[in-house]
């Protein structure tokens, strides 16, 4: 289909409006700092613009944002030095037990996601934490629904001993 300038403008921008926090979302998931996963959905988002053409929205919109974010990510992965999960600094006290509590708890599994591979990370974050079903993350990750259960399962054993190593 031939879109005119204003046309694909104004579609690129609600595309964006609607899905730009996911994509958002799950860059920070994989990578674990903000500037990377802003900087990384800027790029996912140009390269949707430079491709609008060739994606239909109603059938493979998401899955493509899904796939072109995690392989952005992945990239971004490959040229990064190895995380040492030793690093980690439990979060100043906040004003309330619970919400430290809460607060250490979600900077535990944001830690404990750093430490699995980068295909064990993807299938947890797409699966568990966006709550895409098992067929979903298997089309966007490019294998079968029973490597994704594994590498859920696997993941989620990683995550309970790292969460449980650091609760000690």
């Known amino acids: 289909m031939a879109w005119q300038s204003a046309d694909r403008t104004a579609a690129f921008e609600q595309i964006m409006l609607r899905h730009e926090r996911m994509?958002?979302?799950?860059a920070l998931r994989m990578l674990g700092r903000l500037e990377d996963a802003q900087d990384l959905s800027q790029?996912?988002?140009l390269k949707l613009y430079k491709h609008f053409h060739q994606i239909d929205e109603e059938r493979g919109?998401?899955?493509w944002l899904y796939r072109t974010t995690l392989n952005a990510c992945f990239d971004h992965?490959?040229?990064r030095k190895?995380?040492?999960p030793m690093d980690w600094e439990p979060p100043v006290a906040a004003a309330q037990q619970a919400d430290m509590e809460k607060e250490?708890?979600?900077?535990?599994m944001a830690e404990g996601?750093?430490?699995l591979a980068e295909r064990e990370r993807a299938a947890v974050i797409l699966?568990?934490?966006e709550g895409l079903d098992t067929a979903e993350v298997a089309g966007i990750l490019g294998t079968s629904e029973v490597t994704v259960r594994s590498q859920v399962s696997i993941a989620k054993g990683k995550l309970k001993a790292f969460v449980e190593r650091r609760m000690r």
């Open 113 to 115: 996601l750093k430490v």
């Open 127 to 129: 699966r568990e934490i």
């Open 82 to 84: 190895p995380m040492d």
């Open 43 to 45: 790029e996912v988002f």
């Open 104 to 108: 250490e708890r979600r900077r535990l």
């Open 23 to 26: 994509v958002l979302r799950v």
């Open 61 to 63: 919109l998401t899955s």
């Open 77 to 79: 992965l490959r040229g």
